[in-house]
């Protein structure tokens, strides 16, 4: 049984009730289930190492590595900004190089507990409750994580070992790392850096997972996001064909509809188109087509509208281009000259009908 990995140092020291809070007790649940691999982030080699001794030592110890040989310097307990100014002293002030923060076991709260295997997946929940229970330790007051020490077949029982450390001890020390621009992780137990324990402090007995493509090279990683936008657009190809498909079959169907004829039986055909003979045109639309049909000198000075067309009275300068617009009326049959006059001037005054158009 592998051990809990940190949480990314970018995310930094865990917060109760994070934006995240809810979905991390399905991503532990992902891991078991899954069978993911779960690096041991507190053996990985780091450049400058920070160690915190057990309460009753009153230096903090640092450890530099970035020449090769190793150099330890000691400090005097101090308040966060005098002990951040020497820890920024030794790393010449170059900030951005990961520390990794060792504390003795002397210093941190271990017990061992029997649990159910089936309690996996929700351990680190199942934990930071019996912890509140059987301790003055508050979850939200202390960092904490566990690691499988043994597992019994025949019992389905977990021997978990639960490591806590309250954040009055380490705070300090993180503070300080932070005012002098030294991220932290991880945060091991152990009184030294070959024999620490399967945890890291800061990720709360939360699970992570290795990188998706460990060692990508950035062309690597193009090809992924192009193929990745390949298979996008040929989804949306795809349903952009399968709605072009549809839309035709409906066209096809209609067509044949249409083919077919009408389907509805010849009493109901016969009443329709009693009806339809004795619509009235639109009185609105009929003045709107002949207003705008109407050459210029000509003028519509009434209009009556029945079941027959459009009985039009024109005053026009020009009878045959009056005429000749009329039939270009929408929705109405050419016109049929009933009575003509002349009216004042050289105007004449015309009596027009526009039949209506049957369907």
């Known amino acids: 049984m592998s051990a809990p990995s940190a949480v990314p140092s970018a995310i930094g020291r865990p917060q109760a009730g994070g934006r995240f809070a809810r979905l991390r007790p399905v991503l532990d649940a992902a891991v078991r289930l899954v069978g993911f691999a779960e690096p041991r982030t507190d053996r990985l080699p780091a450049a400058l190492t920070v160690r915190l001794g057990a309460p009753g030592e009153a230096a903090v110890a640092m450890i530099d590595r970035r020449g090769g040989e190793a150099r330890t310097y000691r400090f005097a307990a101090a308040d966060p900004a005098e002990l951040a100014e020497r820890i920024a002293a030794v790393a ?26 089936a309690a996996l997946p929700r351990m680190r929940a199942l934990l930071a409750e019996a912890l509140e229970a059987a301790t003055p330790f508050r979850a939200d007051s202390v960092y904490s994580d566990w690691f499988v020490e043994g597992e019994d077949l025949a019992a389905r029982t977990l021997r978990v070992r639960h490591v806590v450390i309250k954040k009055a001890r380490l705070d300090p020390l993180l503070d300080a790392l932070a005012q002098a621009g030294l991220p932290v992780g991880p945060v091991a137990v152990g009184r030294d850096e070959d024999q620490t324990m399967p945890v890291d402090l800061l990720s709360q007995g939360h699970r992570s997972l290795k990188a998706l493509f460990p060692g990508a090279r950035t062309g690597d990683v193009v090809l992924l996001a192009g193929a990745a936008l390949l298979l996008v657009a040929a989804f949306w190809g795809w349903r952009g064909h399968q709605d072009a498909t549809l839309a035709a079959l409906d066209d096809a169907f209609a067509a044949t509809r249409r083919t077919a004829g009408p389907s509805l039986p010849p009493p109901v055909q016969a009443g329709l188109a009693a009806i339809l003979a004795g619509r009235t045109p639109p009185l609105v639309p009929t003045w709107d087509a002949l207003a705008a049909a109407l050459p210029e000198g000509t003028s519509a000075t009434a209009l009556h509208l029945d079941g027959s067309g459009a009985l039009v009275t024109l005053t026009t300068r020009s009878e045959a281009e009056a005429m000749a617009a009329l039939a270009r009326v929408p929705g109405l049959g050419p016109p049929a000259l009933r009575s003509a006059a002349d009216g004042p001037g050289a105007s004449r005054t015309l009596v027009v009908l526009l039949p209506g158009r049957r369907p």
Do not use: E, M, N, Y
Not at 94 to 116: E, H, I, M, Q, T
């Open 92 to 117: 010449g002030g170059r900030g951005g190089a990961r520390v990794k923060v060792l504390v003795d076991p002397a210093a941190c709260f271990l017990r061992s507990l029997d649990l159910p295997s």
